[in-house]
């Protein structure tokens, strides 16, 4: 069971970390590595250790998955062309993007813990 939440939403975990996701959507300009897929779905957040203890980040703790089947998406090596940050440093804040494979899904959870995040939706006029 989830706790939801939506792409701005800030929140803090057992473990430490302060999770902002700032991003998540489609990017048709990233080409991804496995091209198995068609499309890169990317996800920007802003990760912070608010412990006085050095944290290590792990990106395989998130996971994108179809909210409903809850079957999750593969992350894209494409995520390794910048150095993905291992360590926190007590108090500090790192932007981390994530980058998965799709092809025609519309739904996406993105995961952490007990926590998913939503995509904004539009509301319709």
């Known amino acids: 069971e989830y706790t939801e939440y939506q792409v701005g939403d800030s929140v803090d975990f057992s473990d430490g970390l302060h999770v902002t996701v700032t991003s998540m959507g489609k990017d048709d300009s990233v080409e991804l590595v496995d091209s198995y897929y068609s499309t890169a779905y990317v996800v920007e957040m802003e990760v912070e250790n608010s412990t006085a203890e050095e944290l290590y980040f792990?990106?395989?703790?998130?996971?994108?998955?179809?909210?409903?089947?809850?079957?999750?998406?593969?992350?894209?090596?494409?995520?390794?062309?910048?150095?993905?940050?291992?360590?926190?440093?007590?108090?500090e804040k790192v932007q981390v993007k994530l980058i998965y494979g799709i092809d025609n899904e519309t739904n996406f959870g993105f995961t952490y813990e007990d926590a998913m995040w939503t995509e904004l939706v539009a509301e319709g006029i």
């Open 58 to 91: 792990d990106e395989y703790y998130f996971s994108l998955m179809d909210p409903v089947s809850q079957i999750p998406f593969t992350l894209d090596l494409r995520t390794y062309d910048v150095n993905l940050v291992e360590k926190l440093k007590p108090g």
